[in-house]
């Protein structure tokens, strides 16, 4: 059993401020494929963080306002 002081907290997709790939396509349904093109052309900013990209959650809801 852990302690208090060694859990994380539980933070909800969609009250993050950063979001991995993984969790950017879940929140917005969109490929990983259309995500990592998106990336690639600089439509949507991200940026490698640790071992993998990092969207910042403004950035992606103004990709995602775009696409309509």
Do not use: H
Not at 18 to 34: F, H, Y
Not at 43 to 55: S, T
């Amino acid at each position: 059993m852990l302690g208090r002081a060694d859990t994380q907290p539980v933070v909800l997709i969609a009250d993050k401020l950063l979001l991995t790939l993984p969790e950017a396509q879940t929140l917005t349904g969109l490929s990983r494929e259309l995500l990592r093109d998106a990336i690639a052309s600089g439509e949507l900013k991200a940026k490698v963080i640790g071992k993998g990209w990092r969207i910042k959650r403004t950035d992606l809801d103004r990709y995602v306002e775009k696409l309509f």
